[in-house]
């Protein structure tokens, strides 16, 4: 079991910046791959970022590309999201998901660990 737990959320004005984390427990956390998906309101959930156990590889969705770095520190065992030049299309539920492999870092179904989720919230 790998149990998740996301910060850093919270109300932001457009053009500003926040720093997601999320602390992750139970099994070794250097062993798996982590990812970044969003959801807002009505709408489906939506890969944001990605990072391979070793931080390597990392992934980004096209609309966070160049905005948005995911990062970990294995030490910690916490998995970071930097987000600059936010936009109100970025409010919505931010979870970090845990994976064993990384054959579809896009993909939810790949996750099997989720966190709680923490709200951002974007104003124009």
């Known amino acids: 079991q790998v149990q998740l737990v996301e910060s850093g959320g919270g109300l932001v004005q457009a053009g500003g910046s926040l720093r997601l984390s999320c602390a992750a427990s139970?099994?070794?956390?250097?062993?798996?791959?982590m990812g970044w998906f969003r959801q807002a309101p009505g709408k489906e959930r939506e890969f944001v970022a990605a990072i391979s156990w070793s931080g390597d590889s990392k992934y980004y969705a096209d609309s966070v590309k160049g905005r948005f770095t995911i990062s970990r520190d294995n030490a910690k065992n916490t998995v970071y999201l930097q987000m600059n030049s936010l936009k109100p299309e970025d409010t919505a539920v931010y979870y970090c998901?845990?994976?064993?492999?990384?054959?579809?870092?896009?993909?939810?179904?790949?996750?099997?660990?989720w966190g709680q989720g923490t709200q951002v919230t974007v104003s124009s």
């Open positions: 139970g099994r070794t956390f250097s062993g798996y791959a």
């Open positions: 998901a845990a994976a064993r492999g990384m054959g579809r870092p896009t993909s939810p179904v790949e996750y099997g660990y």
